[in-house]
């Protein structure tokens, strides 16, 4: 049986993932990561269109787009889909959730305000005979960003550091943000990124060392206080690595709806005007 309780690139995976984000070296991934992407992505993805990035995150959706409801023993949270950036993904997703396959899955692993992730069968995260191991392929898009909100579909990674991609599975990674000091804020604008998103990541926070690495397939815009309540859940031992929640959080009940019977349009606001996708 796989152990997902501890979701990264390792021997003992979450102690590695959980390394990731050390301050220490952050910004420096951070400004990596937008350098390599830039330098290679036409080559390797020539379908992204860098030049006419779209924060789509960040309009108010049409009434008809898919929204995914979460109701969880900690509240409800509500978060809309992109399944014309992430079209494979969604509809995979959008599958399971009408299965009712996440109804009574778990939140295996928080790391606490940064991230924390759910789906999981099992309260540890271990696969059983339940779970859905199929592996949809990684769906990049310009206009999608680890946004705090963002969901993100986790699975097995393949290839190399420099040509890292992680196949999308059945688990879903949802982001928090990391902290924008000075320090970090100052490396950002130093990267060689599109500012409408370091715009929108310095605003709305997020975890950018996550851009371009995971398919993004959806934004929390309801319910925020319920995900930070989540996000910021104590766990059984973090000196040991295991970030497993104290308490057994559970999605109670999972289903799709629309934005028409799930407004919310304050939250799709942008303060600065340097984050506009006109």
């Known amino acids: ?4 309780g501890y979701m990264g690139p390792s021997d003992k995976p979450q102690a590695r993932f959980r390394r990731f984000f050390k301050l220490s070296f952050f910004a420096v991934i951070l400004v990596a990561v937008f350098a390599l992407f830039y330098a290679c992505q036409a080559s390797k993805t020539p379908s992204l269109d860098m030049d006419n990035i779209k924060l789509v995150q960040y309009e108010v959706p049409a009434d008809d787009a898919p929204v995914v409801v979460f109701e969880t023993t900690l ?16 509809k995979y997703f959008k599958k399971l959730v009408n299965d009712g396959y996440y109804n009574g899955t778990h939140v295996f692993v928080v ?9 999981s069968k099992t309260q540890n995260g271990v696969t059983n005979d339940k779970t859905d191991e199929t592996q949809v392929p990684q769906e990049l898009s310009a206009n999608l960003w680890p946004f705090k909100g963002a969901l993100m579909a986790y699975g097995n990674e393949e290839g190399w550091f420099f ?8 688990r879903v990674l949802f982001v928090n943000t990391v902290e924008f000091t000075k320090k970090f804020i100052k490396e950002m604008d130093s990267a060689k990124a599109d500012k409408k998103v370091t715009e929108a990541f310095k605003e709305k926070g997020g975890v950018p060392n996550f851009s371009q690495q995971y398919t993004v397939f959806g934004q929390v815009y309801d319910g925020m206080d ?5 996000s910021g859940y104590d ?6 690595e295991n970030l497993q929640p104290v308490d057994d959080i559970q999605f109670e009940k999972v289903y799709i709806s629309t934005y028409k019977d799930n407004k919310n349009d304050e939250a799709f606001k942008l303060k600065n005007s340097k984050t506009s996708s006109k």
């Open 1 to 4: 049986m796989k152990n997902y």
């Open 111 to 119: 790391e606490k305000g940064v991230y924390f992730m759910g789906g």
């Open 235 to 240: 766990v059984i031992d973090v000196e040991n």
């Open 75 to 90: 509240g409800t949270f509500k978060a809309v889909l992109y399944p014309d950036e992430a079209p494979k993904y969604c």
């Open 226 to 230: 319920i995900y930070e309540k989540i």
């Open 163 to 170: 040509n890292k991609k992680v196949q999308s599975g059945s």
